[in-house]
């Protein structure tokens, strides 16, 4: 599908992603991610509401049951210019960020109406993200295979021994298992307590020291994620997997299939995709945001997927407001 999303979205996506950035730094080790995912929320959408677009969030990460900044049928944007769908995350990683700890994000990711995955219901699912060497190699059968088969077909890719390879995965306790296989197949593992989408994306890029990025988390982060791999050109796997019954249940009166495998093509159709970040506490991906007397910096990562354009953007913001 080709609906002809101007490139000039792009800085209007990076422009909403640093304001949700300059607002949620504010919060950075005060301990209270309610309020901080609040804030950024509101920035962030506001900044999208004035974006020539007809936007629709196509999947909401809630915090608490909170619900985002009022819409109108979830509709974003001025209601004018392409009909596009959105999915962000003001705050990845929003306890990182009350703890005052690194790898805090803003994101947000868009595509042609309609070409994003979208169940109706249903919170988790299972990701596996590799870079586009390892790409060919990746078949259905990772998502549901033990672990060191997974490694060994990463580590053949890649010429490597499965003990130098580097394994990301969400420290969570539903995760502890998968970790207990990693490790006694020999490959090492990294491990963050939030905060997901910087290490899948760094698992993504071309260069990096995270192999292979594994384990259950957010349908939208997953999404926003996907966005990210195919302008990197990397392969992505993603199954539902609920987190407890009344989940599981859910899915299955809507009739969705649990046991389906989507590759990153079947999450996002079509290469006209556009994603944005900004750092927000300092990490490997991004430094985070720098406040100075009377004005601010900021950096950012815009991806587009029809180029497979990478721009690392660094703004200096001046205002006579604290943000």
């Known amino acids: 599908m080709n609906i002809n999303i101007s490139y000039n979205i792009g800085l209007d996506l990076v422009r909403a992603t640093e304001s949700a950035a300059l607002t949620a730094g504010r919060w950075m080790g005060l301990g209270n991610p309610v309020e901080a995912d609040k804030a950024a929320s509101t920035a962030l959408l506001t900044a999208l509401n004035m974006v020539e677009m007809d936007g629709c969030i196509a999947v909401v990460r809630e915090m608490g049951n909170l619900a985002p900044l009022d819409t109108d049928d979830n509709k974003i944007g001025t209601g004018s210019g392409p009909s596009i769908d959105i999915v962000y995350d003001a705050v990845d990683g929003i306890n990182q960020l009350a703890k005052g700890y690194p790898g805090a994000l803003s994101l947000v990711a868009v595509a042609p109406n309609g070409c994003m995955w979208a169940p109706a219901t249903g919170v988790y699912m299972d990701k596996i993200v590799v870079n586009e060497q390892v790409a060919p190699y990746l078949v259905q059968e990772c998502v549901s295979a033990p672990a060191a088969w997974t490694l060994a077909l990463v580590a053949r890719a890649k010429e490597k021994k499965i003990s130098d390879l580097t394994v990301f995965l969400l420290d969570r306790p539903r995760h502890q298992e998968l970790i207990n296989e990693i ?36 349908i939208p982060e997953g999404l926003i994620l996907a ?13 539902l997997d609920p987190q407890s019954e009344n989940e599981r249940e859910a899915i299955r009166k809507v009739g969705l299939d649990l046991d389906q495998v989507l590759s990153v093509d079947e999450l996002v159709t079509g290469d006209e995709v556009f994603f944005a970040a900004t750092g927000i506490t300092g990490g490997s991906l991004l430094d985070g945001v720098h406040y100075k007397s009377g004005h601010a910096k900021t950096n950012s ?10 721009r690392f953007i660094v703004t200096q913001h001046y205002s006579t407001s604290d943000d």
């Open 183 to 218: 490790r006694e197949a020999g490959a090492r593992v990294l491990l963050r307590a939030d905060g997901d989408i910087s290490m899948g994306i760094q698992a993504a890029m071309p260069e990096s020291r995270i192999d292979l990025f594994i384990g259950a988390g957010g």
């Open 227 to 239: 966005c990210a791999v195919k302008s990197f050109g990397g392969a992505m796997l993603g199954r």
């Open 301 to 310: 990562l815009l991806l587009r997927g029809e180029t497979h354009t990478q």
